[in-house]
């Protein structure tokens, strides 16, 4: 692949699985790297599913100033201002819909739904698996009951999750026959999670946006970095996506160039490849 580096003007980075793995923190190695580009002059964002408070401590620790994009695209946020620059919530119709079709006598068991309204999580109860979510995302979890006391405004995500991949891929697959595929971004972060976002968000939506709209930048000015479905929209809106070791197949066959995974600092090695020692 050819490319000139001195057009390379931002990093658009995914946290989970590209720069936070198993032990949910940024490397020294990754940071030094990141703080290394951006003393080029090289800008860095974050685009993540996670919620806009979870995000911020990984902006604060690779030392990055900018807006950063959230909820798979639904929201941006700067943290210098508190500025939120771009919300697409969830109607309220389909959010219901959604729930009524996870709480199906045959699912509900099985799946943890969480909607996220103003940066909030709300579940019906704070089981096993949520507590270990939220322990990960260092965030904190309002238990309702019954979800749809809350629907009075349009949450920004719908979250369902489940102990078996097989169970949220099941879901995922029924809900890519009905309507609501075509009214909703369905997408999934990992084997567990599925993700319903307005059908106007998704990170390449978003960064398009960060991009041209906030920064005045190109396509052939970024780099995106990621490992998993939700960011195959970002991989390919930008001059390199670069995938990691361990991305889906989907996924890794269609970006650019392949890092190695996140456990190997691949975000090193993708660095080094195109901007440091390039």
Not at 65 to 73: A, T
Not at 135 to 147: F, K, M, T, W, Y
Not at 255 to 265: G, H, L, Q, S
């Amino acid at each position: 692949m050819t490319i000139n580096k001195e057009d390379i003007r931002l990093i658009a980075l995914d946290i989970d699985g590209t720069i936070a793995g198993e032990s949910n923190e940024v490397t020294p190695a990754v940071i030094e790297a990141l703080k290394a580009v951006q003393a080029q002059g090289i800008q860095v964002t974050l685009a993540t599913g996670r919620m806009y408070c979870a995000a911020l401590y990984y902006a604060q620790v690779i030392g990055t100033p900018l807006p950063i994009i959230c909820y798979n695209g639904a929201w941006i946020q700067a943290p210098q201002t508190e500025q939120r620059l771009w919300h697409v919530p969830v109607p309220i119709a389909l959010a219901r819909e959604l729930l009524d079709y996870c709480e199906q006598p045959e699912r509900k068991a099985l799946l943890d739904v969480h909607f996220y309204l103003n940066d909030q999580l709300y579940v019906r109860e704070v089981t096993e698996q949520t507590r270990l979510y939220i322990e990960r995302s260092r965030i904190h979890a309002n238990p309702v009951g019954d979800l749809r006391t809350i629907l009075h405004q349009a949450p920004t995500k719908v979250l369902a999750m489940s102990r078996e991949p097989e169970v949220t891929q099941a879901v995922f697959a029924s809900l890519q026959q009905q309507n609501l595929r075509h009214q909703l971004y369905l997408t999934q972060s990992n084997p567990y999670f599925l993700e319903a976002c307005h059908r106007n968000a998704s990170k390449g939506k978003a960064l398009r946006y960060l991009v041209e709209q906030i920064l005045q930048l190109k396509p052939h000015n970024t780099i995106a970095i990621g490992d998993n479905y939700n960011d195959l929209e970002m991989l390919n809106y930008a001059a390199i996506g670069i995938a990691m070791a361990d991305a889906p197949p989907e996924v890794k066959a269609q970006a650019d160039w392949i890092a190695p995974n996140v456990e190997a600092d691949g975000v090193v090695a993708a660095l080094e490849k195109f901007i440091l020692l390039g």
